[in-house]
């Protein structure tokens, strides 16, 4: 009864959630100190609850509209163990255009053109463009001397594929992948579930989870076999 009674006045906290999937599921794949990657940090949510997760590791966030990374940074000020970028995860290192989204979301903005995410989604807008610096991974491993990535989170609207491409010697040391994909050409010229699939497949990742909760996609946690 005791018991019962001191669940109710303090119930459990539930476990910390990104993109659907429970931080505490990715646990056998990844040391206890993990070194994070994460592109689409939009407003730092999920970057600070991936920092508490895992006190000892590191996050290394990526977010390039400014208005987004300010509160990324403003979010994560107190934590030691995250690392902010102003950038766009890229395939090649320079300055592209970033269609910005509006209306119902200020989170589906990407370096692709909007398509079939106007017929599925058409109350977000996509009224403005920037151009933002774009950095591919293994460009900022070398700028930063980081040594490798053990977890990478790609929330990058229809960008995903292209931004693995240029990660290949980062690829080497990561041991599980957690990416949104798509079932439909949400983005103009964006690769789809079976292509981004079969290309980590060839690089040595298989699909351990599926998360395809929208009709049009979702998420899915690739990891390292062997």
């Given amino acids: 009864m005791l018991a019962n009674w001191i669940k109710k006045i303090f119930p459990p906290k539930s476990a910390p959630v990104i993109g659907k999937i429970q931080l505490d599921d990715l646990r056998p794949y990844l040391p206890d100190a993990p070194i994070i990657f994460e592109a689409g940090a939009y407003m730092g949510e999920d970057t600070l609850e991936m920092a508490r997760h895992w006190p000892a590791g590191h996050v290394h966030a990526f977010e390039p509209m400014p208005g987004l990374y300010k509160k990324a940074v403003e979010r994560t000020r107190r934590c030691a163990n995250v690392t902010c970028y102003p950038f766009a995860l890229g395939?090649?290192?320079?300055?592209?255009?970033?269609?910005?989204?509006?209306?119902?979301?200020?989170?589906?903005?990407?370096?692709?053109?909007?398509?079939?995410?106007?017929?599925?989604?058409?109350?977000?807008?996509?009224?403005?463009?920037?151009?933002?610096?774009?950095?591919?991974?293994?460009?900022?491993?070398?700028?930063?001397?980081?040594?490798?990535?053990?977890?990478?989170?790609?929330?990058?609207?229809?960008?995903?594929?292209?931004a693995l491409q240029g990660a290949e010697e980062v690829l080497k040391t990561t041991r599980a992948i957690y990416a949104e994909v798509s079932l439909v050409e949400l983005y103009q010229g964006a690769p789809l579930y079976p292509e981004l699939r079969a290309w980590l497949e060839t690089r040595g990742f298989r699909v351990e989870r599926e998360l395809l909760a929208w009709k049009e996609g979702g998420n899915v946690l690739f990891v390292r076999q062997g």
């Fill in 91 to 162: 395939k090649e290192a320079g300055h592209q255009r970033f269609y910005v989204s509006g209306g119902d979301s200020t989170g589906s903005s990407s370096l692709l053109l909007p398509k079939g995410h106007l017929d599925y989604h058409p109350t977000v807008t996509f009224q403005e463009e920037i151009e933002v610096e774009t950095l591919p991974l293994d460009d900022w491993a070398q700028r930063y001397a980081i040594p490798g990535v053990d977890f990478m989170w790609l929330d990058l609207q229809g960008y995903e594929l292209f």
